[in-house]
């Protein structure tokens, strides 16, 4: 055995030797003699590991194999591309699973029925990758299972009709977070929560358990000062429904995707202006001011509702109830169209910072210009707190309501503002069985009026208060 052992080391020191061990083995050649044939042993390449099979995988492929590992509840991992021994462990789970022998690499048939069934599970839930507007978060989302959604700046929340299921998105700012840190506060907030899994790394954390009735899942990380969290609630009952979802969901969670742009979260407290559109309490506004507000108050008045929005063009209907004896604004001597106004006053009410904590409602003058997709943009843009106020033409009718709007230029956040025609402005209301005093598409008004508007007895301050 160890003549045989040593034989065997002799000869692959030799080969690794090159052509001198070579000629040291062979012995010299005799002239006239018939050289004996030399021996050669056959070399085996190293055997190629799973792991070095997967990198060998376009980039895409990878993608779509962790994705599909998330579907059949194999893979918790971030779905990256990059190759783990997670994932290997993860292809070896499937294929134990599915009666095979677990090598960690998948051929062509094991491949093929995976994709299928992460597919079909896919389209039974609506699944669908989305950039989240307010935030740049990419994530995926069962639109079948949560259909309602409502966003800002802070984040997003899609539901279920019946509010069974919910998917929360936020983010805030916090002075020098760490994973540790942000998930001690989220295991008391809300108050009540029971943790029964947790995991916490340098880069992200992840928490489990019960919130009053329902199930949770938490998955959280930050950048710099900024803090992101995907939140899934559901019924115990939807248990069986859901959970595959949930893992999908944190595989897909991708909270600072490269060259997403950099939004500025919403403001704790935010104003803007809105315009007395009734008698009894009815108030036309910006739509983003009054997005994701735990209260909405109208200065000097209280509490009021939002009870319909306009995404496609930023409007917002409010409603104090209770309220009699308003002065709504006279739609009825309202501009033609607002195509060809080229100037405008707007009658609004600027943040507090800027007037010494005071709400007198002032007038600021602004050209109008039309540009691409036919949007009236207004120059230059108002103070802080004038967005949803009313603007007024050169005759003193009232031309829509002007809106300011956040534009992100390499990163950083500017403002611009549109101006909502009044067709636009009164169809919203009429929609939304509001009787405004001789609005546009009211039969009875006028539109050859001569009547000049006064803005101001109209104009109120929205606040808006958010977490």
Avoid at 1 to 17: E, H, I, P
Avoid at 254 to 268: D, L
Avoid at 400 to 415: D, E, F, H, Q, R
Wanted: glycine share 10%; with cysteine; charged share 20%.
């Amino acid at each position: 055995m160890r003549s045989r052992l040593a034989a065997r080391l002799t000869l692959v020191a030799g080969m690794a030797c090159g052509t001198t061990a070579h000629a040291q083995l062979t012995a010299p050649s005799i002239a006239g003699a018939k050289p004996k044939p030399v021996a050669t042993v056959a070399i085996r390449p190293a055997l190629q590991t799973p792991i070095d099979t997967a990198n060998a995988m376009a980039q895409a492929d990878r993608l779509a194999l962790q994705s599909d590992l998330a579907w059949v509840g194999q893979y918790n991992g971030a779905i990256t591309g990059d190759v783990s021994s997670r994932m290997v462990a993860a292809i070896k789970e499937y294929q134990k699973a599915k009666g095979g022998k677990p090598t960690g690499v998948l051929n062509p048939q094991e491949r093929s029925g995976l994709a299928e069934t992460a597919r079909r599970r896919q389209e039974n839930v609506g699944w669908k990758m989305i950039t989240d507007a307010g935030t740049g978060v990419r994530l995926g989302i069962p639109s079948k299972l949560v259909p309602q959604q409502s966003s800002d700046a802070n984040g997003a929340k899609w539901s279920s009709p019946n509010g069974t299921i919910q998917v929360v998105l936020t983010r805030r700012r916090e002075a020098s977070p760490t994973t540790a840190a942000l998930a001690d506060r989220e295991k008391k907030d809300p108050p009540g929560r029971q943790v029964d899994y947790t995991v916490i790394k340098p880069d992200f954390f992840v928490l489990s358990g019960l919130q009053g009735l329902k199930k949770f899942y938490l998955r959280g990380t930050f950048k710099g000062d900024e803090v992101r969290i995907l939140t899934i609630l559901y019924d115990q009952a939807t248990e069986n429904t859901v959970e595959p979802v949930v893992i999908a969901m944190s595989s897909a969670f991708n909270p600072f995707p490269a060259g997403a742009p950099a939004v500025p979260p919403r403001k704790s407290v935010e104003y803007g202006t809105g315009i007395v559109v009734s008698e009894d309490g009815a108030i036309v506004t910006d739509r983003e001011i009054t997005d994701g507000c735990l209260a909405l108050t109208i200065g000097g008045l209280g509490n009021a509702d939002r009870i319909a929005e306009d995404k496609d063009h930023g409007l917002a209907l409010l409603r104090i109830y209770g309220a009699r004896g308003l002065k709504p604004l006279s739609l009825a001597a309202s501009a033609k169209t607002g195509v060809n106004i080229t100037g405008v006053d707007i009658t609004g009410i600027a943040d507090p910072q800027n007037q010494g904590g005071g709400q007198v409602a002032s007038s600021v003058r602004a050209s109008v210009t039309q540009v691409g997709g036919g949007d009236l943009a207004l120059s230059p843009t108002p103070a802080l707190g004038f967005s949803g106020a009313a603007a007024l033409d050169g005759d003193g009718k009232f031309a829509g309501i002007a809106l300011s709007k956040p534009v992100v230029v390499a990163g950083t956040a500017t403002a611009s503002a549109v101006l909502v025609p009044p067709e636009q402005v009164g169809e919203f209301l009429r929609i939304n069985g509001v009787s405004a005093s001789g609005a546009p598409n009211d039969a009875k008004a006028d539109l050859k009026t001569e009547i000049k508007i006064d803005a101001t007895a109209s104009t109120v301050r929205v606040i808006c208060v958010r977490k």
